[in-house]
Every structure is written in C-alpha cells, then in structure tokens.
C-alpha cells in the first residue's frame, strides 16, 4: 500500500517551454502532497506544500509563478514549470500524507521526474 | 537555528560488515525522525521511523536505529551489509509532519 506515482518519469523540453509533472497517491487519499528539487549529489529541498483545494504554500525563495501547483483532488496535485531554462533541469519528486491523523502518517514518495531543459 | 546534519559524505564497507550511518538534529524540540534510501535514478523509500516510545526502531531490510535524546541523535544501523545495501540513504525531520528537512546524505558503496 501507500503507492505514488509520478508522470513523466523524464522529459527533455526547449527552452521557453512549459512543463507539467503529475503526482498520484494510487491506493490512498492525501489531504497534502509535497514537491521537492534535488540537484545532482545534492539533498532533497522542499519546494512548496500542497493542501488539496487550497493554494499552495512555497519556500522562501520558490517563485509561485514560476512552479504553478495545482492539488485538484484528494489523489493528484501537479507542478507544471512556466518557461522553463536550462537552470531548472533537475529531479523533482513529490511525496503525500495519508489523511488522517498527522502525528502519526508519514510522507510516501514518488520515483522521481528528471526534468532536462535545453 | 534548524538543521539535520549528516557528517558523513561517503561510507564503505565490506559486504557482511556491520554499518553505522551518523545523524544529528538541532531543534528546539524533538522532531519526528526518517531514514530514507535513495537508489540511484528512484525516488525515496521509507527505511524506518520514529515517532515517540521505544527509542530502538526496526525498520526494513534488517535496518535499525536508535534515538539518543541526549545526544540529539538517530544513526540508522545494520549489522551485516548486503551489496544491494548500496545507495543514498538520507536522514529527515519533521516537527509536525508536514515540515520535513533532509540531511545532505550519505553515499554508501560495498565492497565485495
């Protein structure tokens, strides 16, 4: 149990392009859904946290415009990246709570979209 | 200020070696705590982790770890590795959940 999926799992885009990433909690619902940035050899870096039916809330030093996130459904939220450049090629991955109770649920990750912009 | 510290960068053992990956938490209170293993290209998969009670977690694959309040740490361990045991392994913390901060990892590589 606890599965999620993450679409693509690579893309390669031009420059100028937009691209959107889909992250699904298969076999459960998530109230919250979680998108990361790794950088190669790098640790995970949270980027913004996603409450179903409610806007986003980013890190300090995430553009909200930039990475549009959208947690339409207790089992998808997406991150599309608005004209994208070389700088933000990367693995993104997103991860969901279980509903329930948050002292006890624990964050489940997706395998991961490597994002290349040429 | 907050942070997870991993100290170590890059460990090797010899395989069927005992393992000890070291984890340090500052924060004004105690977080939940994660061991994660990252395989090259894949996502993150849960290893074990610790929300209060017995100090001693069992986790998969025959990992461990222990939480030392006094010492403010949560060093995974395991005491014979496989080969299959090579990966990033990353310690987390939470204070509620929905906060959670990544060590910068440690990169373990089996020697046969």
């Known amino acids: 149990g606890a599965v999620v999926s993450q679409h693509p799992s690579w893309v390669i885009c031009k420059s100028g392009t937009s691209v959107k990433i889909e992250c699904r909690s298969l076999?459960?619902?998530?109230?919250?859904m979680f998108w990361y940035r790794q950088f190669p050899k790098q640790s995970l870096m949270l980027m913004a946290t996603s409450n179903e039916g409610s806007k986003a809330t980013y890190e300090q030093g995430v553009e909200k415009d930039k990475f549009l996130i959208n947690h339409a459904s207790l089992t998808l939220s997406t991150l599309t990246v608005t004209s994208a450049h070389p700088e933000d090629s990367s693995f993104y991955i997103c991860?969901?709570?279980?509903?329930?109770?948050?002292?006890?649920?624990?964050?489940?990750f997706g395998p991961g979209t490597r994002l290349t912009v040429l | 200020a907050q942070s997870v510290t991993q100290p170590d960068i890059h460990i090797t053992v010899s395989e069927g070696a005992s393992l000890e990956l070291r984890c340090n938490y500052s924060y004004g209170a105690t977080p939940y705590l994660f061991w994660y293993v990252q395989s090259p290209g894949q996502g993150l998969q849960l290893l074990l982790k610790y929300f209060s009670g017995d100090t001693l977690v069992q986790g998969i694959k025959g990992f461990e770890a222990e939480f030392k309040r006094s010492q403010s740490s949560f060093n995974l361990r395991k005491p014979s590795v496989h080969w299959s045991d090579a990966a990033e392994y990353f310690c987390a913390v939470a204070l509620n959940n929905n906060d959670m901060r990544f060590g910068a990892g440690t990169r373990l590589t089996v020697k046969p």
């Open positions: 076999d459960f619902q998530a109230t919250t």
């Open positions: 991860s969901a709570r279980i509903a329930g109770d948050p002292s006890t649920d624990t964050q489940y």
